[in-house]
């Protein structure tokens, strides 16, 4: 069983920069290729970027591309999500996900997530 807790939201001004993780009891997440997505209000849940099990091959949405950088480390069970230049519109609850290996590529669009975090909220102000 693998438990996914968010951590790292917060209130920040735009232009400014975020990192958020993602760590995991139990099962290694290294079985895993992992995703971020984010849900605004009103809004249905985005795909924001995703890492292949090894960290190989890394996977943007458009909309975050050259701004966000997504990473892992396998030895410390962790997915980080650095964003920068944020902007209002990243005002989201951002999620974490497990996902199986080989669906870095197409994790925004399939959605075949295995476990889901529980969300850390990200608040831009203008």
């Known amino acids: 069983q693998v438990q996914l807790v968010e951590s790292g939201g917060g209130l920040v001004q735009a232009g400014g920069s975020q990192r958020l993780s993602c760590a995991s009891s139990?099962?290694?997440?290294?079985?895993?290729?992992m995703g971020w997505f984010r849900q605004a209000p009103g809004k249905e849940r985005e795909f924001v970027a995703a890492?292949?099990?090894?960290?190989?091959?890394?996977f943007y949405a458009d909309s975050v591309k050259g701004r966000f950088t997504i990473s892992r480390d396998n030895a410390k069970n962790t997915v980080t999500l650095q964003m920068n230049s944020l902007n209002p519109e990243d005002t989201a609850v951002y999620y974490c996900a497990a996902a199986p290996r080989g669906t870095t590529r197409t994790m925004g669009i399939n959605r075949r997530i295995d476990y889901w975090g529980t969300g850390t909220l990200v608040t831009v102000s203008s």
């Open positions: 139990g099962r290694t997440l290294r079985d895993y290729a």
């Open positions: 890492i292949s099990a090894s960290g190989g091959t890394t």
